[in-house]
């Protein structure tokens, strides 16, 4: 098992983690891609919302309220 320093916020192996922290990549499959998981968006704060948004690929900026942020990324998923 090797551990990965994390060079942008966002979400490994299921857990928000900032810059400069580390995760174990156990969850990692085969081919170097994250494993996808299942993500509470209402348990998130705003900010985790923003990140998982960019990771996502959702544009997003920071003035948008939790519930429009969460719309975003609902309406995203689903196209």
């Known amino acids: 098992m090797t ?4 060079t942008e916020a966002g979400f490994y192996n299921g857990k928000f983690l900032k810059a400069g922290m580390s995760y174990d990549d156990e969850g990692v499959s085969e081919g170097g891609a994250d494993v996808p998981h299942k993500v509470d968006l209402g348990s998130l704060t705003k900010d985790e919302l923003v990140a998982e948004a960019k990771a996502r690929g ?11 942020i969460i719309a975003a990324i609902d309406a995203a998923s689903a196209s």
């Open 58 to 68: 959702v544009e997003m900026d920071s003035s948008k309220t939790k519930a429009e």
């Open 3 to 6: 551990s990965k320093v994390v």
